[in-house]
Nanobody, 121 residues
């Protein structure tokens, strides 16, 4: 069984910063891509940023230049550094990992439980 546990959400004023973390635990054999998604009230879940196993990154246009995704493979952890936050960044943020367990040797998508980020003055 695999668990993805997120932390680091909260409330911040416009222009502020937050750092999200997502750590995977369990019978993990290999992790491929990692990513962050967000879902605002009444909206669809959309990808914010992704990082490949080799470290290549990709960002959604609204967050380019403000968010930075990184990973620590030794800790099975992905991070999202969010700077210059705007009210429109308010959403529930979910981490996603494409990983293979020791019991099922194929890559499947796993999700964190979500963490609320609120940007408001």
């Amino acid at each position: 069984q695999v668990q993805l546990v997120e932390s680091g959400g909260g409330s911040v004023q416009p222009g502020g910063s937050l750092r999200l973390s997502c750590a995977a635990s369990g019978s993990i054999f290999r992790i491929n891509a990692m990513g962050w998604y967000r879902q605002g009230t009444g909206g669809e879940r959309q990808r914010v940023a992704a990082i490949s196993a080799g470290g290549s990154t990709d960002y959604a246009d609204p967050v380019k230049g403000r968010f930075t995704i990184s990973r620590d493979n030794a800790k099975n952890t992905v991070y999202l550094q969010m700077d210059n936050l705007k009210p429109e960044d308010t959403a529930v943020y979910y981490c996603n990992m494409e990983l293979m367990t020791r019991y099922e040797l194929r890559f499947l998508d796993y999700w964190g439980q979500g963490t609320q980020v609120t940007v408001s003055s």
